[in-house]
T-cell receptor, first 111, second 116 residues
Framework: GQQVMQIPQYQHVQEGEDFTTYCNSS?????IQWYKQRPGGHPVFLIQ?????EVKKQKRLTFQFGEAKKNSSLHITATQTTDVGTYFC???????????FGKGTKLSVKP | NAGVMQNPRHLVRRRGQEARLRCSPM?????VYWYRQLPEEGLKFMVY????????ESGMPKERFSAEFPKEGPSILRIQQVVRGDSAAYFC??????????????FGNGTRLTVT
């Protein structure tokens, strides 16, 4: 079946350091979505990428979709303690496929 | 600002009992999805429903689990004869249109099911 792999599983950074999480799919995706889940909370939609090679920015967050539409990354510049949480990518294959979530990258930020 | 409403927030059941989890989608949303999350794990798709119809239940265990989304009222995820392995957080999400339109999912706060 379709697999969406995310690395690393955990990342511990000092406040102010950068952070990147990577998402890889075994198959070509029609789109990829990113979600953030705070500890004890629920996933919250961040962004969706649709086009090959697409790059989108939200303040300190930069999202990329690979040229082959099989991988994606989320980069956070100068992390803050408010960035703590688990970041999930979710890929969709085809126009009617369900979203398949990666296992997430859990980010902790030391002040 | 009524988002996706799930209840109960926490549910404790003994082995063999039934668990009923409820989800009211966001206003204007007619597509509902149920996901299961184990500690330190990702979200595992269970079932996708549109009003009165099950669109995709490929992630749902064949036995003991069922889901419905009636014309009136919330979506219900029902687990019969619960076992300890059913303990998890169950999240409901809704979207304005179906998966074909790449609609983002809006999640509820989840129901944490504990089976003792």
């Amino acid at each position: 079946g379709q697999q969406v792999m995310q690395i690393p599983q955990y990342q511990h950074v000092q406040e102010g350091e950068d952070f990147t999480t990577y998402c890889n799919s075994s198959t070509t995706l029609s789109n990829i979505q990113w979600y953030k889940q705070r500890p004890g909370g629920h996933p919250v939609f961040l962004i969706q990428l649709v086009k090959s090679g697409e790059v989108k920015k939200q303040k300190r967050l930069t999202f990329q979709f690979g040229e082959a539409k099989k991988n994606s990354s989320l980069h956070i510049t100068a992390t803050q303690t408010t960035d703590v949480g688990t970041y999930f990518c979710a890929g969709q294959r085809g126009s009617q496929g369900n979203l398949i979530f990666g296992k997430g990258t859990k980010l902790s930020v030391k002040p | 600002n009524a988002g996706v409403m799930q209840n109960p927030r926490h549910l404790v059941r003994r082995r063999g009992q039934e668990a009923r989890l409820r989800c009211s989608p966001m206003k204007g949303h007619s597509h509902v999805y149920w996901y299961r999350q184990l500690p330190e794990e990702g979200l595992k798709f269970m079932v996708y429903l549109q009003k009165e119809n099950i669109i995709d239940e490929s992630g749902m265990p064949k036995e003991r689990f069922s889901a419905e989304f009636p014309k009136e009222g919330p979506s219900i995820l029902r687990i019969q004869q619960v076992v300890r392995g059913d303990s998890a957080a169950y999240f409901c999400a809704s979207s304005q249109s179906g998966t074909g339109d790449n609609s983002p999912l809006h999640f509820g706060n989840g129901t944490r099911l504990t089976v003792t």
